[in-house]
């Protein structure tokens, strides 16, 4: 079975800082990785995601994230945040066969002013 | 596309009684899936359909709880009897379902169900 890491459950961070969300995963066989991206009262949105060949993978919002195999890592990074980038960020582990998604425990990004 | 739609947006019932959450998927997309989120447990997948048969219902709690899709444009989750614990935001999402994992998920907004 797979399983999803977020080791920080809240980040805040300045406007215009760079920031990085950590997500780490588990599993004997190989996966593909999402970040969904959850604003306050509304469903899950997918930022990017991973399925194979470059392992830096560029998304929507000016957000990227790089596959790591070594380390199992799938980190979400941008190099200047917004305040409407506040919000909750998921990372999800799938494999290729079932359309099971496991979620990881989701990392709140507050943007202060 | 209006994409997935969930009804109703909130819901505050007592327990005991019959709670019946609603989903319609984006028009062409073959897999469907109900997700529970709450403050202790995160974000759960409960069951998932294919073509409106159900694949995985591993993740239902109990009984109390059922699942349908009587057609590709629609299914329900039901909840009989409600308990205060089943307070949470139930999600539905869909995907095209072609093919395996790699897949998109898209959400719908959720439903807010409050038990008393």
């Known amino acids: 079975a797979q399983s999803v890491t977020q080791l920080d459950s809240q980040v805040p961070v300045f406007e215009e800082a760079p920031v990085e969300l950590r997500c780490n995963y588990s599993?004997?066989?190989?996966?593909?990785l999402f970040w969904y991206v959850q604003y306050p009262n509304q469903g899950l949105q997918l930022l990017l995601k991973y399925l194979s060949g470059s392992t830096l993978v560029k998304g929507i919002n000016g957000f990227e994230a790089e596959f790591n195999k070594s380390q199992t890592s799938f980190h979400l990074r941008k190099p200047s945040v917004h305040i409407s980038d506040t919000a909750e960020y998921f990372c999800?582990?799938?494999?290729?066969?079932?359309?099971?998604?496991?979620f990881g425990p989701g990392t709140r990004l507050s943007v202060l002013p | 596309d209006a994409g997935v739609i969930q009804s109703p947006r909130h819901e505050v019932t007592e327990m005991g009684q019959e709670v019946t959450l609603r989903c319609k998927p984006i028009?062409?997309?073959?897999?469907l899936f109900w997700y529970r989120q709450t403050m202790m447990r995160g974000l759960e997948l409960l069951i998932y359909?294919?073509?409106?048969?159900?694949?995985?219902d591993s993740g239902m709690p109990e009984d109390r709880f059922s699942a349908k899709m009587p057609n590709a444009s629609f299914s329900t989750l039901k909840i009989q009897p409600s308990e205060p614990r089943d307070s949470a935001v139930y999600f539905c999402?869909?995907?095209?379902?072609?093919?395996?994992?790699?897949?998109?998920?898209?959400f719908g907004p959720g439903t807010r169900l409050l038990v008393l």
């Open positions: 028009s062409g997309h073959n897999s």
């Open positions: 359909f294919n073509n409106n048969v159900p694949i995985d």
């Open positions: 999402a869909s995907s095209l379902g072609t093919s395996g994992g790699e897949e998109t998920q898209y």
């Open positions: 999800a582990v799938s494999v290729s066969y079932g359309q099971n998604f496991v």
């Open positions: 599993s004997s066989v190989s996966v593909y």
